[in-house]
């Protein structure tokens, strides 16, 4: 229980976060290209749209069964699973929190005491959960950066909960 982070304060839903099973989840982004590599900001839905038509195209072209690179890139795929840095935007999670419309700050609760942002920054956040494929265990169990990068050698560590005000 103690890598439950809670999303509470002026929102319709409190949100609860288990970043222990992000490693699944398709919106994860890998931390150590996010902030070198000028990533084009890109719409999710229309990303989304694009790679089921990649596959669709793949399964109609080759049939089901998977070609050698196919299997070689599940394989990839699962290596950088197990050895990657990883991290996961903020929006989404507090898009499904429905802020209050008077919410204008969040508060992120850490160890050490509390870090205030306008919810314009805090929407564009990531939340590191894995380095080199292992949990943050010691100071985590997320990282929290800001979406421009600025704190990227230096993020909020030992985050324990997100309040809205």
């Not at 990649?54 to 049939?63: A, T």
């Not at 169990?141 to 230096?154: E, I, K, Q, R, W």
């Amino acid at each position: 229980m103690e890598n439950i982070i809670l999303l509470t304060g002026k929102v319709k839903y409190t949100i609860t976060l288990d970043p222990s099973v992000w490693i699944f989840d398709d919106r994860r982004k890998d931390l150590e290209t996010i902030f070198h590599d000028k990533e084009e900001r890109k719409d999710e839905l229309e990303e989304y749209k694009k790679s089921v038509s990649k596959h669709w195209d793949r399964e109609i072209m080759e049939g089901a069964i998977y070609p050698p690179t196919l299997k070689t890139e599940k394989k990839y795929e699962k290596e950088k699973m197990i050895t990657g840095t990883f991290c996961m935007p903020l929006k989404p999670f507090l898009n499904n929190a429905q802020l209050l419309k008077d919410a204008q700050y969040l508060i992120i609760e850490t160890v050490d005491g509390e870090v205030e942002i306008p919810l314009v920054t805090a929407e564009e956040m990531l939340l590191g959960f894995s380095k080199e494929g292992k949990p943050l265990k010691e100071d985590g169990p997320v990282h929290a950066y800001y979406g421009d990068g600025s704190n990227a050698d230096n993020p909020i560590k030992n985050v324990k909960a997100f309040r809205v005000e």
